[in-house]
Each structure stands twice: as C-alpha cells, then as structure tokens.
C-alpha cells in the first residue's frame, strides 16, 4: 500500500506488536508466566479485528500489557504455517521485541522455569561490549517461535524513559528488532512515517556472535525513534557474507512468522477512532498496520 500525502506527513508510533499464533491461550498463558504480562479487555472477535488491525475477522484476538507497552496476539481460523524452523537472526523476515529487565539474573532464571522455548543465544545473557551498548541480553524463542530480547541496561546508563519504571524484574518493551537488507533504504522509508534516527552501532565480535547464535555475526544497528515513549525501531543490518534470506514471497499473515506493528498517529491513543485500518510492508516485507490512517 502506498501512503498518501496527509498520511505521509503525519507522525506515526508504534502502539502494539502483534504476533500470528496458532493458539491465543496458550501463547498468552506462555507470555503471563515467563515475562509478567497481563490480558487487557476480553479477546476481540469479528469487525473488531478488522477494525483495529486491517486483519480478517476470523479468529481471536487478545491484547496483553506489559509494563505500558502493548502485544497483540492473533489466532487466525484456521491457524496458518508455523515459524520457519531453520530461521536465523540475519533472514530478513526476523523481527524480535526486546524486553526490559531490572535484574538479568531474575528474569533469566524466571524464564527457565518455563517449558517450551527454545534458546538462540548461546551460553546464557552476553554482556556487549560498551561500543556496543555495553548492555546484557539474551535472545530466545517463544514455544511458536517468534524470537525475543531479554534486555539488561548498564548501571549508569539506563535510558530516562526506564528509571524508576515499576514492576520486576520484566519492565516492559523496549525496541521492536528487524533484519534489513539495505540500513538507507529502510531509514528513509521510515523517517517518512516519523521516525528519526537516534543513534546506532557496529556490532561484531565473539559476545555478538554468541548472543546471535550465528558464527561471524556482524550487524550495523541503527535506532529509529518516533515523537512519544517506548517502544521504538531498531534496523540490523547484517553483514552480506552471512548470505540474510528474503522473506518467503508466499508468507501470509495468518502464518506465525508474520509479526507486525500497530502504528497509530503521534498523540491519539493506542485505540483511535473507528476508521481504515490499513497494512503496508516496509522495504524488506516487515509488516505495518496503520489505524486510524487519513485517507
């Protein structure tokens, strides 16, 4: 979909990440249990799914808070392909949500509590070097796939829009993470959307390697920012040499690799009005759902 001029010059933000599952209450159960999350409102069916999304109605959709960020989970009927078992972190269909954490070593041990997931990391949390942030993490699957962040921030460096944050030891969402084919062109496709690029870094070595899963990770990393709080957008540009995969041309939003962001105009609230919910792709087929997109 093509944006038109009053929606190209409108500010845009990121309200929700919403993930395709094969089923609502298990993925929820799942989400609940390891990371704190918390079903906001009744599972939407019908027009409020199309409504709200752009997505077909069939199915189930149930909304889950963490902290103040937004998930959105869908269960098409019937359910679509699952996660591509071979994925890596540089293919080009990844996209992870990174996960804020007050303590790595409680949020880590919180999850390993829990069955199902499966690691990408390996050897457990990284610390990064400081020219890489100097952050912890932990990268992993959910039970269906979808890859996810566990995010630690340096003492004297946690970004003001995290101190004092309640809860523990999983805060909220950070970033939204997508592999990119080419850092410029994505820049420019979302600077047109709002966001603004606020900093980045060359990511390479063992610790990157290891918090990978992927021999020889290199990726340049580029912050993208919108006008309002957390969550933001972050490009991973890996290295050629790592041969990243397109996204399947046949992936379909039902299938459970086809993780999207909710954008909704800077200033209304993560519900706008009732209106055109409107789905877009990015250069590289990451998904978009604009709500409450001008004509």
């Known amino acids: 979909m093509a944006l038109s001029a009053e929606a190209a010059r409108s500010g845009w933000r990121i309200a929700a990440i919403g993930l395709s599952t094969g089923c609502v209450a298990r993925l929820a159960a799942f989400y609940e249990a390891a990371f704190g999350c918390r079903p906001e409102g009744p599972a939407l069916a019908g027009a409020a799914i199309r409504r709200l999304t752009g997505l077909p109605g069939q199915g189930t959709l149930q909304r889950l808070r963490l902290g103040a960020q937004a998930i959105e989970l869908w269960a098409a009927d019937p359910p679509g392909r699952p996660y591509p078992v071979d994925s890596r972190s540089c293919d080009l269909w990844f996209q992870h949500m990174a996960i804020v954490v007050a303590d790595m070593r409680a949020a880590y041990a919180q999850l390993l509590r829990q069955p199902g997931w499966n690691p990408i990391s390996v050897d457990g949390p990284q610390r990064l070097p400081a020219s890489s942030g100097g952050v912890t993490a932990f990268k992993f699957r959910d039970p269906e796939g979808h890859p996810l962040e566990l995010l630690e921030f340096p003492a004297d460096r946690w970004p003001p829009a995290w101190r004092g944050a309640p809860g523990g030891p999983c805060l909220g969402i950070d970033h939204s993470a997508i592999a990119v084919s080419d850092s410029a062109a994505s820049i420019a496709f979302y600077a047109a959307l709002g966001f603004a690029v606020a900093g980045g870094s060359a990511n390479a070595g063992p610790e990157q390697a290891r918090l990978d899963g992927l021999p020889g990770a290199e990726a ?74 001008p004509g």
């Open 220 to 293: 340049t990393v580029t912050a993208l920012r919108p006008a309002a709080a957390p969550p933001h957008l972050e490009l991973l540009g890996y290295a050629p040499a790592l041969r990243p995969r397109p996204r399947p041309v046949d992936l379909r939003e039902t299938d459970l690799a086809a993780t999207r962001l909710r954008l909704v105009p800077t200033g209304a609230p993560d519900d706008p009005a009732p209106g055109a919910a409107r789905l877009l792709r990015d250069p590289d087929g990451h998904g978009l759902v604009l709500a409450g997109a």
